[in-house]
């Protein structure tokens, strides 16, 4: 049985080719998996389970086919769709994951993550991120009226789109020595994680160990998936479906 891996497919319906992919994605190969993980920004943005759109309604009904043939779904949230809730998993037959998550797979502890936690040298993204997620602002977000929510997210993407590309590209990256810290600190010689948008496999050493870093890529002109069964770990792109 094989496991797959992906994340920042940043769906919304103004990139009907991504969500075309996408559904393709999981009425044929993610049908042969065992389990699917979503490792965040599967939305480009997420302002409430109760502001649920059509179109993300459907995306929901399109994960839930997938669950209910039998493939189990896990999704972590991302920077663009960290108030998915409860409401949607029910509704796509998925299991929410806290951000780490240790797991097993292909035979050994791995980690998985979004990733921009591991981005420690933008002080101000991690303020920012400190500050989004903590209970007290994720309650005051989701009881804020829906057009007061649509126009704070359409600002915070503007600014973000605006800061990273004055940002220096390594700011935007992983920081090198959170990487082996937070890997020794779980156990684990494989990192999995999305975010930066630059798919490798990077090898490094963990406590004296060889370890690696699996960084997935994201949807745009193409689609990445992380394959994982009896051959090992296998990180591939793959061109789009034509409509």
Request: glycine share 8%; proline share 4%; net charge neutral.
């Amino acid at each position: 049985m094989i496991t797959l891996l992906i994340s920042d497919l940043h769906l919304e319906e103004q990139r009907p080719d991504i969500t075309r992919a996408f559904v393709h994605f999981l009425a044929g190969r993610a049908r042969m998996a065992g389990a699917l993980y979503i490792l965040g920004d599967f939305f480009e943005a997420w302002i409430g389970d109760d502001a649920m759109t059509p179109f993300q309604a459907s995306i929901a009904q399109a994960l839930r086919e997938l669950s209910d043939s039998g493939t189990a779904i896990y999704l972590m949230h991302g920077n663009r769709d960290f108030m998915l809730g409860q409401g949607f998993c029910r509704a796509a037959g998925c299991t929410l994951l806290a951000d780490p998550t240790k797991i097993e797979l292909g035979g050994e502890p791995v980690l998985l993550m979004h990733g921009d936690s591991l981005c420690t040298r933008d002080e101000a993204y991690m303020r920012l991120r400190r500050y989004l997620r903590h209970p007290l602002t994720l309650f005051i977000l989701r009881n804020l009226p829906r057009r007061t929510r649509e126009r704070l997210a359409r600002k915070l993407r503007k600014e973000s789109s605006a800061q990273t590309r004055m940002k220096a590209a390594d700011i935007v990256d992983v920081t090198p020595e959170e990487v082996p810290r937070l890997m020794a600190q779980y156990g684990v010689r494989t990192l999995i994680h999305g975010h930066t948008h630059r798919p490798a496999v990077h090898r490094l050493q963990v406590a004296g160990e060889a370890a690696r870093r699996i960084v997935l890529g994201d949807w745009d002109k193409q689609g990445w998936a992380l394959q994982v069964d009896d051959q090992g770990f296998a990180l591939a792109a793959f061109e789009f479906v034509e409509g």
